[in-house]
């Protein structure tokens, strides 16, 4: 919550500048009616004199998507000498069953802003423009809550929130507003605007109108989904510096899907990293100005295609020269990258180094690198990740009957024996060892009351519980933790459940849908809390949270500055075994069924020991797991089975998830604490699945190493005949029921710690159903190409080294490149037609022309006989250059 008014740096763009000075002119007007006609109106009426006004409107855009948050604007104005608190409830679409309220506080003879987070329900109709939106004030007293009506005497209020369904937004960052008697800021802000406005006019094809974005203040909504309607944020500008809330937001917008363009040309650097920590990957070396430069840009699909343009002009612009360790360098100028980009989370950040101006032409239209840039930034954001669906069955199957112990019923199995016992030798003393006919079936009748006696008890009362499941995701390079975080709540009887959250964490319900009156009301504080009627006995109702905590690094001994028990990363590196790495022991928490997993890479078993204080990790080339496979144990418990479920689930969307981010070890522990409260009548039980990056550190140079498969990277390799469309490196999948004959160039990528590494064995392990065909394995290197494997009929999982260091080339490719050949089967007729695939680099000087793309062939047969590849990994052992 921020005093009244403030907050102005982000704003959306209009086609033209007439029509960004209409939109922001009529905005002006809009917001001065909104706000202070009623206030006039107050001071005019002497009946309504005492009653504060609370005027809600909506904010950030002015037409908003579905499924999406969208905050709006409470602004109170209190005339009376004292300090009133005030409750504001809205609701869309006349269903008063889901409302959204804010409690804050206005002292006297003042006037206060509050944001209040509304979800837009999903709709049906796409050609829907408009939802209503109703507004109520509401009062608390001893009988209850009641409505209060405003300065019109109405106790709701209504009006309108725009729809769309198409639309992109986008927003700017600049600096604060400051006193601007020479208009510079001003001008440079329609530059800007005219900049984006050109970039997106090349990336969106459909018209559509842009209104204006336009905050009230110098800072961003601090509150849940506050940047959720944003596709594209551009930052040009130092704003965020002041605006802790705001930097904390847009971090998280970005690794929830968002995508980010931060100009460095206008930007601290200092600001950068305060925003993305270790993932901004730059350092400056210099900055100048250019009159004239020839700006280089990488083809769309082939990155080592560069179409060159001119640009030059009396004005010069700003460049600033930079180093940067990204492998995405869209643009340079001059041989320093002038545009490259680097993904964080589910998002991706576009650096530019060169001026505003140089990304136009002379007649200020958009140059090849914008089109290029803009197509790939101006999209709608990518949808994040989540684990809510593959965790609910976990979830739900914790809420059920309690299942006696083993010790229950080996004590009442341990006296039914010493009971047949005792009197066994009893009646031997009495020589009337026939009464054991009786005996005998009297103490298992006893044994079995007493047992059905205590399944009754256990059953006969399921505990109220809440139930929990999270997936907690490390990011190393802020030091915060992603938890997202899925609920059951079940009533054994009618109980009221008013679920309080801390004020970084939103609890929100499955299923908004249902016939009870839900309502999230947030302080001043931050702090939510659900007020509903009692749920029903015998039900669960399902919630989830999606959160984000800072948490301790390895360094940190003081506890009171940890807020979190998980730690940051494993830290390690290949020996002559395998991989070993070390992480600090997170208190007494567990670490249950880890394993190691390198998407699209294979998972990897892990064996883990710990060591005083911290926890080895070990990895050895012969700990890879099968598909679909995350425990090494051969037979599992029912946690283990629900586990694998769960896991599977989740990897079945790992091309678009924090996997996709480099190796990382998962392992099962107990639930973080989100800052959930309850009541204390509930029962609390949980699970938490946590995912840790793995960084390594260089072995040491001269020792003999192993890298196992599950560090090594699959790509498709482009060599004279294009880029074989048989394998997505994208998720690691094979095409299946192939019949044409094919060869393809892949390359096993080795991590970039390693560095330089001298290759003395490989160990090919390949899964193929290819009856009747041949299959050739080739190693390439140089120039060269050695045949290394051959087989007639493969079939089922083959295994096979390379151990001839001569034909083992790692150097040119920082890996080895491999190809696979499948010929046509025995005895068919194989057309020799092919047809273009897609495009790839040129190479050869009979093939394209230097700069054109390269065609992708695949030919054709007519077979009907299929093939396929299932998997292919290797693991390599060497010696570590120096």
Known sequence: MQSYPHRLPTMRFCPSGSRRLSCASIAAFVFAVVIYLPSLATAQSGESAGKPNVLVAPSVVQRASDSRWTPLTAVGANRTDKDREEIVSVYLDGNADIQFATKFWIPANSRRQAWIPLLVPPQDDFDRVNIPLTTMSIESGPDGETLRPDWTDSATVDRSLLLTQFEINTGLLMEAPEIDLDGKQVARMQELMSLINAGRSTAIQQSMELPNIAFA???????QGGLDQLDQIVIAGNALKQDSAGLLAVRRWLRRGGRLWIMLDLTDADLVRSLLGDDAEFDIAD????????????????????????????????????????????????????????????????????????????????TVALGQLSRRLFEPRAKPFESVTAMVPVVNDQIGYSIPSRSIAASLMGANTLLIALGGLWWMKRKRLEMLAVLIPAVALLTSAVMLWVGNQNSGSIPTTIASGQLVVINDATEEADIQSTYAVYCQEETPIELTSAPDTFVQPLDWSGSRTKRVQWGDS??????????????????????????????????SKQSSAIVRSVVGTFDESGFVGRFPTAGESQVEDAFLAGFPSPSSAVSINPAGGEVEVRIGPSDVLAKDQFVADTLLDDEQSKRQVVLRRLFETAEKSFLVNGPQLLFWSDPQSVGLSVADSFTRKGTSLISVPVRLVPPESGSRIIIPSTFIQTESFAKYRGISSLFNP???????????????????????????????????KLKINAPERKLTISAVHGDDSTTVFEQQSPTGTIQFAIDDPSIL??????????????????????????FVV??????????????????????????????????????VEGVAAP
């Open 217 to 223: 203040s110098n800072f961003l909504p601090d509150t």
């Open 287 to 366: 900055r100048t100005t250019l009159n004239q430069f020839t700006l280089e840009t990488a083809d769309v699909v082939a990155t080592q295609a560069f179409a060159s343009e001119e640009w030059e002009s009396e004005t010069p612009v700003d460049f600033v020269r930079v180093y940067t360790a990204s492998k995405d360098v869209t643009c340079n100028v001059n041989g320093w990258p002038a545009a490259f980009w680097q993904s964080v989370g589910d998002g991706e950040v576009l650096f530019t180094t060169l001026g505003h101006a140089g990304w136009l032409t002379a007649e200020s239209a958009p």
């Open 526 to 559: 931050g702090i939510n809390r659900w007020i509903q009627p009692d749920q029903p006995p015998g039900t669960v109702e399902n919630w989830y949270s999606d959160t984000s905590m800072f948490v301790r690094s390895a360094s940190t001994k003081d506890s």
């Open 730 to 764: 994208r998720n690691g999948q094979w095409l299946t029921d192939v019949t044409k004959s094919t060869e393809t160039d892949l390359l096993f990528k080795f991590p970039d710690a390693v560095g330089q590494i001298e290759l003395e064995r490989v160990n090919v």
């Open 809 to 834: 080339d790692a150097k040119t490719h920082q890996g080895l490149v491999l190809t696979i050949a499948v010929s046509a089967p025995e005895g068919s007729e194989e057309t020799k037609g092919s």
């Open 838 to 875: 897609s495009q790839g680099d040129p190479g050869q000087s009979n093939g394209p022309a230097p700069g054109a793309p390269q065609p992708i062939i695949a030919e054709t047969e007519n077979t009907s006989k299929t093939w396929q590849i299932d998997a292919l990994a290797i693991d």
